[in-house]
């Protein structure tokens, strides 16, 4: 298995994630232990750290996954390109424009299709569609 450093980047990521995760649980479990009563502000801060480690290490392993992403999508064309080049060359003449206009001349000569079918009248009045 080949590792980048990228992958390890983001490998690396997600320990600090974990570790972080439980040092904050850990912080909060012993503050709750020594306070005579349930106090909120060592809970809400604990809670409010927890969510900001989440955002920022999804964010950062976001960023990495697209980097990841980008440089094998350009490794791949390196290899496109490099497989078009070693192939032959078709030559001709004259050059082809992709986006030539064609002129009148040429466009009147070619068969026109034929119109379609003229639909028959629909009767006139109420016709019975279906039975109960």
Avoid at 75 to 101: D, H, N
């Amino acid at each position: 298995m080949k590792a980048d450093v990228m992958t390890w980047v983001q490998r690396i990521v997600g320990a600090v994630f974990a570790v972080g995760v439980v040092a904050l649980i850990g912080a909060i479990v012993v503050q709750v232990g020594q306070a005579e009563g349930l106090p909120p502000l060592p809970i809400f801060l604990g809670i409010l750290g927890i969510v900001t480690l989440i955002l920022m290490a999804g964010a950062c392993l976001a960023l990495v996954s697209v980097a990841i992403s980008a440089r094998k999508g350009a490794e791949a064309l390196r290899r496109i390109a490099g497989q078009a080049s070693a192939a032959p060359v078709p030559t001709k003449a004259s050059p082809v424009r992709v986006f030539s206009q064609t002129p009148l001349r040429e466009v009147a000569s070619e068969p026109q299709p034929e119109p379609a079918p003229i639909r028959p009248a629909r009767p006139v009045g109420r016709t019975l569609v279906a039975e109960r």
